[in-house]
């Protein structure tokens, strides 16, 4: 009787179409050392701007448009930074738009965060349509409803008070958006279980959900604050008083006056992108942990 063998595996030999990929460690230190190239060239791209203003706050102003550019001046005028105080209240126009950025993030993050919890974690009816219609806000361009604003406060006398700015910026969609975007992820079991040990809904919010949203109440206050400082628009519109000016109000009055004192204009930028320029160090890994948890990244 005989017995049949089982056939030895069937082994096919490499395609020629196939071509191995590249791979090692030499290949990916290499894709990593491109990366970072690549990263750097960016980042030093941005900062030509900036370098350019800070040079020509340190040259005459005769310097400042010079063909070729000389980045660093032969002398450096540190004298400008101590000239410009004298020429306009800037000290005044930095407090003023300090006292409104804090002023307004502050409210910002308090409502913004508040009214997240209750769409993320508080059920009631037409609540998903009430956010939808809510978000929605943030398509329309603030020129459509910029008159309105305007003749409301108008009519409430508010006007050339601090009170206009605040009360048109206290609140916020996109910071009602992100806040609930990152409170989704906190797990829904944490606020069932504060419910069985006796927490409201307000004790679950101030005593679970805001600690746990450091990173996106830190990324949500950057982000209020950066815009406030930089706002021209909102200013120009509703202060007149020149003692209410904000930095950038009072920056664009002094290249009014000044136009030819070039030296002088940039100073007076750079001095008002400090404090950004600090807060953001600060308030950077922060702000980076709260957008790639928030569901706002790529």
């Known amino acids: 009787m005989t017995t049949l063998r089982e056939a030895p595996p069937v082994t096919k030999g490499p395609s020629r179409h196939a071509r191995p990929g590249p791979s090692g460690p030499g290949y990916a230190r290499l894709r990593r050392v491109l990366a970072y190239a690549g990263l750097a060239a960016v980042t030093a791209l941005t900062l030509v701007p900036f370098g350019w203003m800070l040079s020509a706050a340190l040259k005459r102003d005769t310097e400042v448009l010079a063909i070729p550019i000389q980045w660093i001046p032969d002398e450096l005028r540190w004298s400008n ?36 919890y209750g769409f993320a974690k508080v059920r009631f009816p037409g609540r998903d349509a009430l956010f939808l219609g809510y978000i929605a806000t943030i398509a329309v361009p603030w020129q459509a409803y910029m008159v309105p604003q305007y003749i409301m406060m108008q009519r409430a006398e508010l006007t050339d008070t601090y ?34 040990d006796g927490l409201n809904d307000y004790g679950i919010y101030r005593r679970i959900v805001l600690p746990l949203s450091k990173p996106a109440l830190a990324s949500l206050a950057l982000l209020t604050f950066v815009n406030t400082w930089n706002d021209y628009m909102g200013p120009f519109i509703y202060l007149t008083s020149n003692e209410l000016w904000t930095v950038q109000l009072g920056l664009r009055s002094f290249v009014g006056q000044y136009e030819a004192e070039y030296a002088m204009i940039m100073t007076g930028a750079v001095l008002s992108v400090l404090p ?13 942990q709260g957008i790639a948890t928030s569901g706002l990244k790529g």
């Open 81 to 116: 930074f101590t000239e410009i105080w004298d020429r306009i209240p800037l000290a005044a126009y930095l407090g003023n738009s300090l006292f409104l950025s804090v002023t307004i993030t502050i409210l910002q993050v308090l409502t913004g965060s508040f009214a997240a």
């Open 276 to 288: 950004i320029m600090v807060i953001f160090l600060f308030g950077q890994r922060y702000f980076i």
């Open 163 to 196: 009170w206009s700015i605040i009360l048109l910026q206290a609140f916020g969609a996109f910071g009602v958006f992100m806040m609930r975007q990152y409170y989704l992820s906190i797990p829904d079991e944490l606020c069932e279980a504060a419910r069985i």
